[in-house]
């Protein structure tokens, strides 16, 4: 069966809210800052960092997303390819969503919003 250690499925139970809530943050931020300062030379930056966070963060939700699934629907086992693909994105999603939100946080600390 293609069935994932319960340490596994925990942190990608774990991970997938975590990088919602960094995309939810970093759209947020853009939305707030985009608003009370407009975009120009000097916000301009700032705001390309919030969306490339949230691009980074979305797509690793999908591809977290997805290779779970993949492994759910393998049968009788899945690949040791899909599960060392599925241990790969959950390391770099997991640095993912740490350096999002640092950047997001440093953002809004900069401009205090």
């Not at 499925?9 to 939305?31: K, S």
């Not at 407009?38 to 490339?52: F, I, Q, W």
């Not at 993949?70 to 999603?93: C, D, G, H, K, Y």
Request: net charge negative; proline share 4%; no cysteine.
């Amino acid at each position: 069966m293609a069935n994932l250690p319960p340490e596994t499925l925990n942190l990608i139970m774990n991970l997938v809210p975590r990088l919602f809530d960094v995309i939810n943050l970093a759209t947020a931020t853009e939305y707030n800052l985009f608003e009370q300062y407009g975009e120009t030379a000097t916000t301009r930056s700032e705001l390309d960092e919030l969306k490339n966070v949230t691009e980074r963060a979305r797509g690793f939700y999908n591809r977290l997303y997805g290779l779970t699934l993949q492994v759910a629907e393998s049968q009788p086992i899945a690949s040791s390819a899909t599960l060392n693909l599925l241990r790969t994105t959950i390391e770099q999603a997991q640095a993912i969503a740490d350096a999002g939100e640092a950047s997001v946080l440093e953002i809004k600390r900069a401009w205090s919003i």
